[in-house]
């Protein structure tokens, strides 16, 4: 890819999508749809539901979801400067919901006044690295209601199910939802998902979610600047990006020419991310969203060819195995003999073996 500069009416911007109830019956077509749209070249996109959608008929704010325990909220302490940092979580004790959304709302963790959002956008930047907010994220569960038959993120009906109709594996947060209980500053760093899956967030209830995001077909070039700046990072963990620590500012993505957009996720609205589309971003205050992955026949040649973190164990693996059985069958033979040759799906600089095992 040449370094040549970028100009912005060159650029996918971030797409928003109002479907009408008609057309928000069928989660993968309409996914589908996005895309021949070109959604997917921004990395996200915003999908505001019909009215008739209802993910929920009771309160949020009832005894099943406020005596829910958060079991290991995390404190978000971040260090650097000069626009480049490092978030370190630091695990807490157990609270319940209750307890978590009182502190969210005290006067030591609310968000500042603000008249906009570009304004609370300057003032999560300047104030980074004071207060460290506390994140009620990785929740296992669900708070839609389990008779939602359509856009139900426990229940996408996507082809990620293969890997627990083939294998008998749920992997929590990937294809099972996830909670995130969120407070003004905290924060998700810098990553594409795990895999370069797809994932789908809804902002059940609270403060709207700031999201940034890069278009996959300059996620190299992002990662190169990254490196630069995490050197240490990179010479330790190739896949470092996946650990969720590094946090770079819009303005130095500017200075070294990475082209993202931004955009505003409010309450009652979903965003979809795409395979290996980078995306970061912070919460204005108390929420609650619901987050999980899924798949497309389209991811199937990002997740062979995904680069993969080895020095952590918790990392996710799929076994491709069935997705290249069921969904790319012309290629399993030479897949499974390590002969399956190709470029990953946004870098054509680099023809490798893809990923067997």
């Known amino acids: 890819m040449s370094s040549r500069s970028i100009h912005k009416n060159e650029l996918q911007k971030i797409m928003i999508f109002r479907p009408k109830w008609s057309e928000f019956q069928n989660f993968s077509q309409y996914v589908d749809y996005m895309e021949s749209q070109g959604a997917?070249?921004?990395?996200?996109?915003?999908?505001?539901?019909?009215?008739?959608?209802?993910?929920?008929?009771?309160?949020?704010?009832?005894?099943?979801?406020?005596?829910m325990l958060i079991p290991a909220p995390i404190c978000q302490d971040v260090r650097g400067k000069t626009g480049v940092f490092q978030q370190l979580n630091i695990q807490k004790k157990g609270m319940t919901v209750a307890q978590y959304k009182k502190m969210a709302e005290s006067d030591e963790y609310k968000a500042p006044y603000y008249f906009d959002y570009a304004d609370l956008e300057r003032k999560y930047w300047k104030n980074l690295v004071y207060k460290c907010p506390i994140y009620g994220a990785d929740v296992s569960g669900s708070i839609t209601d389990k008779d939602v038959e359509v856009w139900n993120i426990n229940k996408l009906g996507t082809v990620l199910d293969y890997v627990n109709q083939d294998y008998g594996i749920r992997i929590d947060g990937v294809n099972t939802a996830y909670l995130y209980f969120g407070m003004w500053k905290?924060?998700?760093?810098w990553h594409t998902e795990d895999m370069d899956l797809y994932s789908i967030n809804y902002i059940?209830?609270?403060s709207p979610k700031s999201w940034y995001a890069i278009p996959p077909e300059y996620g190299r070039r992002f990662e190169r600047v990254a490196n630069g700046f995490?050197?240490?990072?990179?010479?330790?963990?190739?896949?470092?990006?996946?650990?969720?620590?590094?946090?770079?500012?819009?303005?130095?993505?500017?200075?070294?020419?990475?082209?993202?957009?931004?955009?505003?996720?409010?309450?009652?609205?979903?965003?979809?991310?795409?395979?290996?589309?980078?995306?970061?971003?912070?919460?204005?205050?108390?929420?609650?969203?619901?987050?999980?992955?899924?798949?497309?026949?389209?991811?199937?040649?990002?997740?062979?060819?995904?680069?993969?973190?080895?020095?952590?164990?918790?990392?996710?693996?799929?076994?491709?195995d069935t997705f290249v059985r069921r969904l790319q069958p012309e290629k399993y033979k030479d897949w499974l003999n390590g002969k399956d040759i190709g470029c990953h799906p946004e870098d054509p600089t680099r023809k490798f073996a893809a990923r067997v095992r």
């Open 230 to 320: 995490f050197s240490d990072d990179f010479s330790t963990c190739p896949a470092y990006l996946r650990h969720k620590m590094s946090i770079i500012s819009p303005q130095l993505l500017n200075t070294h020419n990475v082209p993202f957009d931004k955009i505003t996720q409010e309450k009652g609205e979903f965003i979809i991310t795409f395979p290996y589309g980078y995306h970061a971003g912070f919460n204005h205050g108390f929420n609650m969203a619901e987050s999980t992955n899924f798949a497309s026949p389209r991811w199937v040649e990002y997740g062979k060819r995904a680069t993969l973190c080895r020095c952590c164990k918790d990392t996710v693996k799929i076994d491709m």
């Open 186 to 189: 905290t924060s998700f760093a």
């Open 204 to 206: 059940h209830e609270g």
């Open 40 to 67: 997917h070249k921004a990395g996200i996109a915003k999908v505001i539901p019909p009215p008739e959608w209802t993910p929920r008929k009771e309160s949020y704010y009832s005894d099943d979801i406020m005596s």
